[in-house]
Nanobody, 125 residues
């Protein structure tokens, strides 16, 4: 089994900063792309940022220049540094990863998408 666990959400004032973390654990051979999504009440889940295993990052237009995604491959972890937060950034943030589960023999290895449980980020004065 593979689990993704997020941490770091909370309440912050507009203009403030928060840092989210997500760690994957379990029977992992490798992790391809890691992503952060968010979902505000009444809205669809949207992709915030993604990062490949070699560190190539992409961002939604709404967060470019304010958010930074990074990862630590040795720790199977991905991070999201959020600066200059706005009330419209309020949402539940979810970690997502394309994980190749370890298996023996190696031809049994398969890539699947896994999700964390989500962490609430609230930006309000």
């Amino acid at each position: 089994q593979v689990q993704l666990v997020e941490s770091g959400g909370g309440l912050v004032q507009p203009g403030g900063s928060l840092s989210l973390s997500c760690a994957a654990s379990g029977s992992i051979f490798s992790i391809d792309i890691m992503r952060w999504y968010r979902q505000a009440p009444g809205n669809q889940r949207e992709l915030v940022a993604s990062i490949t295993s070699i560190g190539s990052a992409n961002y939604a237009d709404s967060v470019k220049g304010r958010f930074t995604i990074s990862r630590d491959n040795a720790k199977n972890a991905v991070y999201l540094q959020m600066n200059s937060l706005k009330p419209e950034d309020t949402a539940v943030y979810y970690c997502n990863a394309d994980v190749v589960r370890d298996a023996t023999p190696s031809w049994l290895r398969r890539k699947s998408a896994y999700w964390g449980q989500g962490t609430q980020v609230t930006v309000s004065s």
